[in-house]
């Protein structure tokens, strides 16, 4: 990389993430006018965006080429009071604890105990969300059954397709205006409340226009007041493409990028969306840009990767808005999982892979950043260069791209209704989340924790934990008479559980649809525009919730447990198991070596224990799919845990498995850390019975030591590997190439392995900012090496 | 049929062409002082033989069956190994047939010390022989292998003028196999044998002394010098512009 990157890159990395008041201050400022009161909600939302826009702090860094920052400047990252307003206490906490930390300043502590705290107690979503769930949904919530994504971020959770890049903000008005002349006040009844929607989504336009402009003026002023004649002309040029972008269609790769990117910093500014907003088929997008500037002249392979290069930084500026309680627990990383998507499908169904897709996987590699994150969709069709391109970058030990399957992720669309066009146009997301880009709101409501509903079923219904009874009463399991009625009763416990969460999810989708629209994603999106609805309520094309089921190897394994050691060697009684449970096998070492090393275990392509994974599968799907939201969409499922794995492990005692009390759970789709002994090709056999196509995203990660793949061969065995678990209908896999050897010297010595990234679930991290807990639990994958 | 084996392995990555399943059958003839497979000897002294078991060959094809896909996938197959998988006959014979009847590619790894009618038996059953060659001077091998070498190159040019499929396997083990004596002599009696184009090196590693040392049995080797990349790279090129395609390890 040359200089100006070099020095871009390394002043990101230095950046310390910092709590900005910026847009508190702003939003607060604008609501304590009392206008908002006198205005519709997407109106007021509107008007207090284009506010934000307006008066935002403008950032140009030194030397770099595309413009925006969220905050003032990088990593100053904003709070969004309407949502979540932190305490003093979530501030101290904020700003002393040891990982994912953010200054916070006495001025800033001063201000939000002053100002922002007393105008938004009791107005955020937050404080509504607490108020309205009733008092089951909050037991099974403390206990550790459930999160809740929506009580600190908003509904994002989607990603552009490629609509910008043919149409400029002033076209989306004109969109707007129509839509608008064709409502029907005569008869449709929802007339006046789309009238409402599409004025926020004009205002939200022009708050846009608006921020860009403001821009492109700052940069002519740099650019008069620049002595240095090239930079000089790079400020002139900058400052006349936000003239252009975003008001109009790009016409050129450098506008096409810095239109983006005031569209990104637009949604993020507008609501915390947690984020997973990003430009999506990037190698698609481009593309014509490319090709067309390189004719032309106006572009080299080297200023393209530069401009990328820069992009890269951008996104890599912007860590993930604060989190705190449960979300930071579930959720506890700077990344923002921003997955650019590479490769994959053309609508007509052709391998999209093209040149820019090398050129962007070049970037990666060099860039080596923790965001944004990337992935390669590899289909049938893609060539196996790029799959052996994608590898030689993973080998690299850097957790990125991971790999995601094409022809799955179009049938998990098509399954839930979407048309081929939008799936083949569509990819994942966030962690590994499938969704159709730039036409649905597909929202992750909440991690699930299989295995603490294991926990109170063998409990008869109490919380072991707090002595609370808050499941139903499945039956004392010492009378149970066979594995039947285990799973009998857990499926009672389990159907009770979900139904708290769904009435839940409906209750907390009013209240986001009520309260907090979100007319400027709404633009974003299709068909909001055309059906006058906002993102939130019911405007996307298609609007999916997901509950994400967690451990599903630790509750297969201990399933297994009890039905191979009681029920059919009968070697051992549920009361005796339990009893041992209890006590967290003290003195029982000879007893829980049999659960650990005497019992079948999921991910040995073992079909005992697969058997009955996908039995517990089968009553996860079937208690969530298919259930209406308020959104037109249905409820799905999707299998991974972020960080979650750790949370729910911490609020479960022992189990039947031979895990101890607070122990992580699996993570993903993976077998329990070590339970899998036959190495990686058992690994996917056992899960691919998992039917991912009934999925909207599972996640699988495998560790390998370095050696295995330093050679050709080894490679092109992993890329053999990878195209049969795809051919299975595996949906996503991904590597930590790194031996536990490293791991444990990056624990003991951090100062000396502060780049040294790793996969964690569904995105990476930086291993010594991960807590000491899934710092055990990454160390403790099994490593698949030599044989 | 039934028979024993120690091991069964799968994502074999260094046993032949693709993604295989290795199965090590229990048993051989030769005791190398830089085995790094002692368990699939004849002893069991130290628990030596706490894993080998009595399997029938349907569960072992059953085992097998299961990673087809990977198979299918990468040109992989079935490796058959050791000990020595000609110390039981019937029972690798009857595993070849078993593979044979469900298309899966099959290897062989032999020590090559067995009688010759064996081979004959399962020749045409056998995609790939991987066959070690260890040591051309006769009084050599027996110390270093307790056997004779004169059988072990007999098979091998039955095998190869047979017109099987056969990758040549050269431990080098530093001052005893590999040396400019033994490696010279490799070459000249390969000269006999125009239609054997592969070799695999595989450079000793520390791998088997501290296995040998798990199972308490006494280091004969002692401490050897360990083999650089340049070390294994002159082997190599002793062999290659020789029209013989060379790879390391596997």
Redesign the interface.
């Known amino acids: 990389m040359n200089d100006r990157i070099k020095k871009l890159r390394d002043q990101s990395l230095a950046a310390r993430p910092v709590i900005s008041m910026e847009r508190a201050k702003l939003l607060t400022d604008f609501y304590q006018t009392g206008q908002a009161e006198r205005l519709s909600a997407p109106v007021a939302r509107a008007m207090s965006f284009k506010y934000l826009m307006e008066h935002k702090e403008l950032c140009v860094n030194n030397g770099e080429l595309i413009v925006g920052e969220r905050g003032p400047a990088p990593k100053a990252t904003p709070t969004y009071p309407e949502i979540c307003t932190h305490t003093m206490k979530d501030f101290d906490i904020l700003n002393s604890r040891e990982k994912v930390a953010f200054a916070v300043s006495e001025e800033t502590r001063n201000l939000q105990r002053d100002v922002i705290a007393p105008f938004w107690s009791g107005r955020s979503i937050r404080d509504r969300i607490f108020k309205k769930v009733d008092s089951a949904w909050i037991d099974a919530y403390e206990a550790g059954i459930f999160t809740e994504f929506m009580e600190q971020r908003a509904p994002g959770h989607t990603v552009l397709d490629d609509k910008i890049y043919g149409k400029g903000f002033l076209d989306f008005t004109k969109e707007i205006e129509k839509s608008k002349a064709g409502l029907d006040f005569y008869k449709d009844p929802e007339a006046l409340a789309k009238r409402e929607e599409l004025e926020a989504m004009s205002i939200a336009a022009d708050a846009l226009m608006l921020y860009a402009s403001r821009y492109a003026e700052k940069l002519e002023r740099l650019a008069k007041a620049e002595p240095n004649t090239a930079r000089k002309k790079e400020l002139e040029k900058m400052a006349g493409i936000c003239h252009r972008v975003p008001a109009h269609a790009p016409g050129s790769f450098w506008e096409a990028l810095q239109y983006y990117w005031f569209v990104h910093l637009g949604v993020i500014t507008e609501l915390n969306t947690w984020d997973s907003f990003n430009p999506g088929r990037l190698d698609r997008h481009l593309l014509p840009f490319y090709s067309r500037d390189l004719e032309s002249g106006v572009l080299t392979g080297e200023t393209a990767r530069e401009l990328l290069q820069s992009f890269w930084i951008k996104f890599n500026n912007q860590p993930a808005p604060p989190k705190v309680g449960v979300t930071a627990q579930e959720s506890n990383t700077y990344t923002d999982f921003c997955l650019i998507n590479l490769g994959g499908v053309t609508e007509s169904g052709d391998s999209a892979a093209n040149e820019l897709t090398f050129l962007i996987l070049d970037v990666i590699e060099e860039m080596r950043l923790l965001q944004p994150s990337s992935m390669v969709q590899v289909s049938k069709k893609s060539p196996d260069r790029l799959l052996d391109r994608a590898l030689e970058i993973i080998r690299t030990g850097y957790g990125q791209p991971s790999l995601f399957n094409t022809d799955s992720i179009v049938q998990e669309m098509v399954r839930q209704g979407k048309t081929v066009k939008d799936a083949r146009n569509g990819g994942a997301s966030g962690c590994v989340e499938t969704g159709a880009f730039g036409k649905e709101s597909y929202i992750l409501t909440g991690y699930f924790n299989l295995t603490k509903v294991l926990e109170i079923t063998l409990n008869n219904g109490l919380d072991p934990a707090t002595g609370k009874e808050i499941g139903v009463r499945s039956g004392d399991p010492a009378g149970f008479a066979s594995f039947d009625e285990l799973m009998e009763a857990f499926q009672k416990q389990l159907g009770h559980f979900i139904d708290i969460k769904i009435k839940g999810n409906i209750v907390i989708e009013r209240l986001w649809a009520e309260h907090l629209p979100a007319p400027f994603m709404s633009i974003l999106i299709d068909d909001c525009i055309s059906t006058g609805r906002d993102y939130n309520n019911g405007g996307a094309r298609y609007n999916t919730s997901y509950v994400q089921g967690v451990g599903l190897g630790s509750i297969t394994d201990s399933l297994a447990a009890v039905k191979y050691h009681v029920f059919d060697k009968k070697n051992m009684t549920i009361p005796q198991l339990l009893d041992n449970l209890k006590t967290n096998f003290e003195g029982a070492d000879d007893l829980r070596k049999t659960l650990l090393d005497k019992t079948p275990k999921y991910g040995n392509d073992d079909s005992y224990p697969d058997e009955i994974m996908t039995q517990v599968f089968e009553l996860f799907f079937k208690a969530v799919d298919g259930r209406p939201n308020t959104k037109g969409g249905h409820f799905r499922i999707n299998l991974l845990p972020t960080t979650s794995h750790v949370y729910f492990g911490s609020v479960i005692g022992a189990t039947p498995d031979g895990r101890k009390r607070g122990e992580p759970l699996s993570e993903g789709v993976s077998p329990v850390q070590g339970a899998d002994r036959h190495g990686p090709t058992a690994v996917l056999k056992s899960a691919s019975k998992i039917d991912h196509i009934r999925t909207g995203g599972t996640l699988l990660n495998q560790k390998f030591t370095p050696h295995v793949l330093e050679t050709k061969d080894g490679l092109e065995k992993l890329r053999h590997l990878i195209r049969a678990y795809f051919t299975m209908d595996g949906h996503h896999i991904q590597f930590n190439v790194v031996t536990a050897d490293t791991l444990r010297k990056a624990q003991k010595n951090p100062e000396k392995y502060r780049d040294l990234i790793v996969r964690v679930a569904g995105y990476s991290d930086y291993f010594v900012d991960l807590g000491e807990d899934l710092q055990n639990e990454i160390i403790k994958r099994t490593e698949h090496g030599l044989n | 049929m039934t028979g024993t084996i120690f091991d069964i392995?799968?994502?074999?990555?260094?046993?032949g062409p693709?993604?295989r399943t290795?199965v090590f059958l229990k048993g051989c003839p030769m005791d190398c002082w830089w085995c790094h497979n002692p368990e699939g000897g004849d002893g069991d002294a130290g628990g030596l033989s706490e894993k080998a078991r009595t399997v029938s060959v349907s569960e072992v094809i059953q085992e097998i069956d299961?990673?087809r896909?990977?198979y299918?996938?990468?040109g992989?197959g079935v490796t058959f190994s050791g000990g020595e998988p000609l110390a039981q006959p019937e029972f690798l014979k009857a595993l070849l047939e078993a593979c044979h009847y469900r298309g899966l590619h099959t290897t062989v790894d032999t020590c090559g010390y067995a009688p010759t009618e064996d081979f004959e038996r399962i020749c045409e059953l056998t995609g790939l022989f991987l066959y070690d060659i260890k040591l051309m001077d006769n009084d050599q091998h027996k110390k270093y292998t307790g056997v004779p070498n004169d059988l072990v190159l007999k098979n091998l040019r039955w095998l190869v003028n047979r017109g099987a499929q056969v990758q040549l396997r050269i431990p080098l083990i530093p001052d005893i196999t590999d040396t400019e004596d033994n490696l010279s002599a490799i070459y000249s009696f390969l000269e006999d044998l125009p239609d054997l184009r592969g070799i695999s090196l595989l450079p000793y590693n520390q791998f088997g002394a501290d296995k040998r040392a798990r199972f308490g049995l006494g280091d004969r080797l002692g401490k050897l010098p360990s083999l650089t990349k340049a070390d294994v790279e002159t082997v190599v090129n002793r062999f290659t512009p020789l029209g013989y395609e060379v790879?390391v390890?596997?």
């Open positions: 392995k799968k994502y074999a990555i260094h046993d693709g993604i290795t299961k990673d896909i990977f299918d996938q990468s992989g790879k390890g596997g």
